[in-house]
């Protein structure tokens, strides 16, 4: 019996880890710029209804050809804005978010969502940090984490000064959620 306790248990210890990778494999987006792609690992343990959204517009092609409009050197870079005017105003026809706050660091890499004054105000706009900003931490919503290309992110056109705000911008080419990395 005592055998059969142990075979059983390690069975499970080989089988959680794998459908846990299969779970994070439908979570995947892929962000294609000019630089090259970026894969994020999506998060829905920490914020379902934030990746929810992300996941929906980006099957929607609502981020394709968007901008990265604000993007501060050793901050982050902020994207997400279709139609604002001025850049960083805007949002999707989508009603706003409610927070989702979590306990995930802000580290270089990790996709947050930016919002405006309220904490409920997240829609489609999200930013990539470029160095560990812990002072975000509580205060906006990880929804994700770059695990591949983030030198791409590194590339791309930083702003002006401390508003971030970035003239002749680059762009999300292609964004699409997918099952899994090929």
């Known amino acids: 019996m005592r055998n059969l306790i142990i075979a059983?248990?390690?069975?499970?210890?080989?089988?959680?880890?794998?459908?846990?990778?299969?779970?994070?494999?439908?979570?995947?987006l892929l962000i294609d710029t000019k630089y090259g792609q970026v894969v994020v690992l999506m998060r829905p343990d920490l914020a379902p209804n934030h990746v929810k959204r992300i996941r929906t517009l980006a099957n929607k092609g609502f981020y394709d050809g968007v901008k990265f409009h604000r993007v501060i050197a050793g901050f982050m870079a902020q994207t997400g804005d279709r139609n604002g005017n001025p850049p960083g105003t805007g949002g999707s026809s989508l009603p706003d978010l409610k927070a989702e706050f979590n306990s995930e660091p802000h580290v270089r890499g990790v996709a947050s969502m930016a919002r405006g004054g309220s904490p409920d105000s997240a829609n489609s706009q999200f930013f990539i940090v470029l160095k560990d900003s812990n002072f975000l931490d509580g205060k906006y919503t990880v929804w994700g984490q770059v695990i591949r290309g983030m030198e791409f992110i590194d590339k791309i056109k930083k702003g002006a000064g401390g508003s971030g705000s970035v003239r002749n911008p680059d762009v999300m080419v292609k964004v699409r959620a997918v099952a899994k990395l090929k």
């Open 8 to 28: 059983l248990a390690l069975a499970i210890s080989f089988v959680l880890p794998a459908a846990s990778a299969q779970a994070d494999e439908k979570n995947i």
